[in-house]
């Protein structure tokens, strides 16, 4: 198992525990790193959607566990590759929105593998050239 950047979709999985799969890589994950590396912006992302639901304890909850693991930040640097990522991607007609570049971008940047069920999104990444490797907790 390789260290890996957890898009947010596995992420809020591994928060719900419905998934056994998931849940499985996630326990020989944490065994083997400690923690679990994210983007700033799937921190963002996860707070958009318990504030949208105005889910105030599970907000609070989410908020104390993540004081636990890596959250790598948005830099200059990742932000450019993103911009690229994405520009390329509309360019091609391939749009996958404004986030998902940007949790690609960390996950290049980083030299990291990026674990989602959002393959489809992030293939269209690959496909443009760009280096990035998938893993799919859910098969």
């Known amino acids: 198992m390789n260290k890996a950047l957890l898009d947010s979709d596995t992420f809020s999985e591994i928060f719900k525990g419905l998934n056994t799969a998931v849940a499985a890589n996630a326990k020989a994950y944490r065994r083997a790193f400690g923690h ?8 963002m992302e996860m707070v958009r959607g318990y504030r949208q639901k105005q889910a105030t304890r599970q907000l ?5 566990a993540i004081a636990f693991e890596e959250i790598l930040p948005l ?3 990742i932000a450019e590759l993103a911009g690229n990522i994405s520009g390329d991607l509309i360019r091609t007609g391939q749009d996958i ?7 690609a971008a960390t996950a290049l940047y980083h ?18 050239g760009y280096p990035l490797t998938l893993v799919n907790w859910r098969q």
């Open 75 to 77: 830099g200059q640097l």
């Open 60 to 64: 609070q909850a989410f908020l104390a």
């Open 111 to 128: 030299g990291l593998e990026l674990v989602t069920g959002n393959t489809r999104h992030f293939e269209r990444v690959q496909r443009l």
């Open 97 to 103: 929105g404004v986030t998902d570049p940007m949790i």
């Open 36 to 43: 679990y590396t994210v983007s700033a912006v799937t921190v």
